[in-house]
């Protein structure tokens, strides 16, 4: 079936340290989406991924397309508290777009 | 961010009552959704709607209704809602269905 995973559930780390979520599909994707949800919020679109490799930065975020274009992550280096939050990745599937579970992100200070 | 509004914010309702919650989207989209999300639980697709059709539901008990009268407004029709019912329900909308998604600020439905 048609299924976007992504790993870990929760994550807690120290302020400055930093954070990775990963993201599988069980099937080659178009692109790939990420979206970030603050706590109290909704989702909100951060970056769309689409080609095989492809390596994009928004300051202290790192997003990164697998080579298969079946898999992707999330780094921020250096977390600080305003990062706190759940990212969700997200890929079209049968015509439809497939959220992961999403990571929760939690940051101490 | 105002491309995607929902009203009410907040709903407290009895087992008993009949409620809707409104989405209107601003951004010339031709797909929305509605999604369920539970505390520290994923994001439940309910319902899906493209160029007012609905081309998706996901197994959501009758108790729960929607209704696109046209493409930029989505509806949710609520009747005899059950305790686990309570959660944040988010609406979105895209341009196509499997495209990038803007959502609004939900409703957060509290069934006493």
């Known amino acids: 079936g048609q299924q976007v995973m992504q790993i870990p559930q929760y994550q807690h780390v120290q302020e400055g340290e930093d954070f990775t979520t990963y993201c599988n599909s069980s099937t080659t994707l178009s692109n790939i989406q990420w979206y970030k949800q603050r706590p109290g919020g909704h989702p909100v679109f951060l970056i769309q991924l689409v080609k095989s490799g492809e390596v994009k930065k928004q300051k202290r975020l790192t997003f990164q397309f697998g080579e298969a274009k079946k898999n992707s992550s999330l780094h921020i280096t250096a977390t600080q508290t305003t990062d706190v939050g759940t990212y969700f990745c997200?890929?079209?599937?049968?015509?439809?777009?497939?959220f992961g579970q999403g990571t929760e992100l939690s940051v101490k200070p | 961010e105002t491309g995607v509004t929902q009203t009410p914010r907040h709903l407290v309702m009895g087992m008993t009552n009949k409620k809707s919650l409104k989405c209107e989207q601003h951004?010339?989209?031709?797909?929305m959704y509605w999604y369920k999300q539970s505390a520290k639980k994923p994001l439940e697709l309910m319902f899906v709607y493209s160029l007012e059709e609905r081309v998706e539901n996901n197994s959501v008990p009758s108790r729960f209704s929607p209704e696109c009268p046209n493409s930029s407004h989505l509806f949710l029709h609520l009747h005899t809602l059950q305790p686990e019912d309570s959660a944040l329900y988010l609406c979105?909308?895209?341009?196509?269905?499997?495209?990038?998604?803007?959502f609004g600020p939900g409703t957060r439905l509290t069934v006493l």
């Open positions: 979105a909308s895209s341009q196509r269905v499997s495209d990038t998604q803007y």
């Open positions: 951004l010339g989209h031709n797909a």
């Open positions: 997200a890929g079209p599937q049968g015509g439809k777009l497939i």
